[in-house]
T-cell receptor, first 114, second 112 residues
């Protein structure tokens, strides 16, 4: 089955710096890759996603890149702010979108220091 | 519009006890899933369903049962609780027309 590895497990940056979180997946049939943000004590929420027919997607300060050949994808956050501090999860699934079977990475705790 | 509702929010069980975690969604979503979240291990898929009457196993199904008799409800049953099942459990739902999975607020379960 699918296996998703996420690195680093913790990341500390200064406010205004960029943060990059990387994930690799094992199943070449996976074609949908979302990123979720989970603030302390709250539920995960989708922040951005990408399909396998797209190499990059941006939404304001957040971007995701996908390398299908290498089977890895990354989350880029620019101009980080203290409110970006949270746990971030990558995930992968097959099918045309989210079919309820998301396989998640282990999570990255991002700390943005003011 | 309540979204995805999980009950209870907190639960303490003794080893060997049984219980059912409830999950209900009011968005008419086809897909529903259960995940457990443990420190350093992310969210691991327990069971999922692509529609009423259809369920399948995820990554860590042992010790858990599910059923999907209606579109709205997807209960998770622990038949004989073990300390290894101490975790935070999340239910999620989604629909084929959208890519986002909507999560419930979670159930924190402690087995002593």
């Amino acid at each position: 089955g699918e296996n998703v590895e996420q690195h680093p497990s913790t990341l500390s940056v200064q406010e205004g710096d960029s943060a990059v979180i990387k994930c690799t997946y094992s199943d070449s049939a996976s074609n949908y890759f979302p990123w979720y943000k989970q603030e302390l004590g709250k539920r995960p929420q989708l922040i951005i996603d990408i399909r396998s027919n797209v190499g990059e997607k941006k939404d304001q300060r957040i971007a995701v890149t996908l390398n299908k050949t290498a089977k890895h994808f990354s989350l880029h956050i620019t101009e980080t702010q203290p409110e970006d501090s949270a746990v971030y999860f990558c995930a992968a699934s097959k099918g045309s979108g989210n079919t309820g079977k998301l396989i998640f990475g282990q999570g990255t705790t991002l700390q943005v220091k003011p | 519009n309540a979204g995805v509702t999980q009950t209870p929010k907190f639960q303490v069980l003794k080893t060997g006890q049984s219980m059912t975690l409830q999950c209900a969604q009011d968005m008419n979503h086809e897909y529903m899933s259960w995940y457990r979240q443990d420190p350093g291990m992310g969210l691991r898929l327990i069971h999922y369903s692509v529609g009423a009457g259809i369920t399948d196993q995820g990554e860590v199904p042992n010790g858990y049962n599910v059923s999907r008799s209606t579109t709205e409800d997807f209960p998770l049953r622990l038949l004989s609780a073990a300390p290894s099942q101490t975790s935070v459990y999340f239910c999620a739902s989604s629909t084929q027309g959208s890519t986002e999975a909507f999560f419930g607020q979670g159930t924190r379960l402690t087995v002593v």
